[in-house]
């Protein structure tokens, strides 16, 4: 379903195309002339139907301010016989098509058929863009343990059917990568993959960002706008977190997969979408159920297909291989050639626990790649707790299963941070010293100092 804009000062030639596009399932304005369209314009439609010839404002003038703000939205002028002239040449101006009144209605869905699919094909170039950008290629499933081999071969499997998938594991496990996959081989890879973390998301905002707003519907919905579920439509949906879900956006999700449609925040009108869903949680829906913060109704929904995750100190086979791609990744940021591990950090990786599965992993490998002064990730280059066997026996044995460590675990970006800091106070706030040490280029240790937001130490006397 499209929001389409009709702007034509002839009221029977705005009930025409209303009539016609509503039965085809479109949601349709129509507008009298090019200001009202503008006025409107952020409730952002699909395709906009714009008369040349009309009073106030033109569709000439309304075409030249639409196109310096949404240079992208198809226009399709509409025009007289004798002004066939006129619409040829907004064509120079950014118009998408035009059509001569009276209307061929054979050749009005061509051209509206058309419109709709490059929309579609811009939001996906211009959401898969930011995917690119945010993912910066660390997509691949690594290892061939059994226990991850055995994992694939069931995401292989319920991916070529439409069931209700529900990826259950700790933290740091893979989730995300597990649920593309699924993606990927499934009837809906050609539509897009979109994700939403639930808990990272206000309760108050869950669910606009899962399923729209119209503009009004609250303060600060200055504009109407799709929500996750509408972008995902043809393709999957990824509720990462999805313990963390307000009960108020429990219930809708559920009477989604029930029914297949939806309302935006503060809208009226069904939307209906193909849309698969897959979720994911590290923690234990079943007590979440007991203690009421979690419905049953929707467990049953989201777990047609449950598949557990296996933490990363039941697949150790897998720790060389995962070490070294993560090498391979991060070296492209750094100045200095790392090209290995020797087989005594190694030892130690293989031999900690990793309660933060593989996304600590890779924090390690990064960091151990900063901290290194020689072309190899050496067992100095560690931190401490992964090269000390003493914390790995003490804490090697009692993790329960699904229980989330991240309290105990840095965030990526403050593990950074921290290593950076240390050597920064090891040269007593020498800049030149410390991107020397860390055999960076001073510029690029100057970038780190800005964006870690590095505290510099004052000299000691």
């Given at each position: ?5 009709t ?6 030639i705005?009930r ?15 507008l ?12 952002n439609?699909?395709v906009?139907f ?29 025009t ?7 619409a ?12 001569v ?13 058309k ?23 660390v997509?691949?499933?690594?290892g ?20 209700g998938v529900l ?6 496990t893979?989730?995300e990568?597990?649920?593309r996959?699924?993606?990927e ?7 897009l993959f ?37 972008l995902a ?13 307000s009960?108020?956006t ?108 593989v ?11 900063i ?34 460590k ?6 990526f970006?403050?593990?950074v ?16 010293e ?28």
């Amino acid at each position: 379903m499209a929001l389409i804009f009709t702007v034509d000062d002839d009221s029977d030639i705005r009930r025409l195309i209303k009539v016609l596009f509503e039965d085809r399932g479109h949601e349709v304005v129509a507008l009298e002339n090019g200001k009202q369209c503008l006025d409107r314009l952020d409730e952002n439609p699909s395709v906009i139907f714009l008369d040349v010839a009309m009073p106030v404002m033109g569709g000439m003038e309304a075409l030249k301010t639409i196109k310096n703000s949404k240079s992208d939205l198809p226009v399709i002028m509409v025009t007289g016989v004798d002004d066939v002239a006129s619409a040829v040449k907004s064509m120079k101006f950014g118009a998408f098509d035009y059509i001569v009144k009276p209307f061929d209605e054979l050749r009005l869905f061509s051209v509206l058929d058309k419109a709709i699919e490059q929309t579609s094909l811009v939001g996906q170039v211009r959401y898969l863009q930011g995917e690119l950008s945010r993912m910066q290629g660390v997509r691949t499933i690594v290892g061939e343990s059994p226990a991850l081999t055995d994992t694939l071969e069931k995401i292989q499997k319920v991916g070529a059917s439409n069931a209700g998938v529900l990826l259950l594991g700790e933290s740091g496990t893979g989730k995300e990568l597990m649920a593309r996959a699924i993606h990927e081989n499934s009837p809906f890879s050609k539509g897009l993959f979109v994700d939403i973390n639930c808990g990272a998301i206000p309760e108050n905002l869950q669910e606009s960002e899962l399923f729209g707003h119209n503009k009004g519907s609250f303060t600060g919905a200055t504009e109407t706008r799709k929500g996750r579920l509408e972008l995902a439509d043809g393709g999957t949906l990824f509720l990462d977190e999805v313990a963390e879900m307000s009960l108020k956006t429990q219930v809708k999700l559920l009477r989604y997969l029930q029914e297949k449609s939806f309302e935006r925040v503060g809208g009226i009108k069904k939307i209906f979408t193909s849309t698969r869903v897959i979720a994911a949680t590290n923690k234990d829906l079943n007590e979440k159920i007991k203690d009421g913060s979690f419905r049953e109704d929707l467990y049953y929904r989201l777990a047609v297909f449950p598949v557990t995750i296996p933490p990363l100190r039941e697949r150790k086979e897998d720790i060389p291989s995962l070490a070294a791609h993560f090498v391979d990744i991060y070296k492209k940021e750094f100045e200095k050639k790392i090209f290995s591990i020797t087989s005594e950090a190694m030892n130690a990786l293989v031999n900690y626990f990793w309660p933060g599965n593989v996304r600590e992993l890779g924090n390690v490998v990064y960091q151990a790649m900063i901290m290194t002064e020689s072309g190899c990730v050496d067992i100095d280059s560690l931190p401490s707790n992964v090269k000390n066997e003493t914390y790995q026996k003490i804490h090697g044995e009692n993790e329960s299963q699904f229980t989330s460590k991240e309290d105990s675990i840095d965030p990526f970006e403050e593990s950074v941070r921290q290593v950076l800091q240390r050597a920064l106070e090891l040269t007593n706030g020498d800049i030149p010293e410390t991107a020397k040490k860390l055999k960076l280029s001073r510029s690029s240790f100057y970038r780190m100092v800005q964006k870690y937001d590095l505290t510099k130490p004052v000299p000691k006397n």
